[in-house]
């Protein structure tokens, strides 16, 4: 691989960050608020494989569900522990 194929991939790379970057459902301070929350309540009581824990968080936080959940979904958080799990990951990898 030369310089201009690293460049390349570096600004490929770059773009799906950014891509990633606009399709997060809310700010990177309450990203961090959620996932710290429900990871410390899964932590705490265990996951029931449901997004109680998630529910629970935007109910309190009046945050709109569906664009959480979905984007949630799409990242492998189909349940609380998946939340923390896979889908917290993606969004550290990536903010």
């Known amino acids: ?3 201009s194929d690293r460049e390349r991939k570096r600004q490929w790379k770059a773009q799906q ?11 990177d301070a309450l990203m961090e608020a959620f996932f710290d ?4 309540s899964v932590s705490d009581s265990g996951c029931d494989h ?10 309190a936080n009046q945050q709109p569900k569906e664009p959480l959940i979905h984007w949630l979904e ?3 958080g189909f349940c ?4 923390v799990a896979n889908a917290r990951d993606h969004w550290e990898q990536n903010r």
Do not use: H, K
Request: with cysteine; proline share 3%; glycine share 6%.
């Open 80 to 83: 609380d522990c998946e939340v």
């Open 50 to 59: 449901t997004l109680r824990f998630t529910g629970q968080w935007i109910t």
């Open 37 to 40: 929350s429900v990871e410390s």
């Open 74 to 76: 799409e990242n492998g």
């Open 17 to 27: 960050r950014e891509v990633a970057r606009a399709s997060f459902p809310m700010s």
């Open 1 to 3: 691989m030369d310089e």
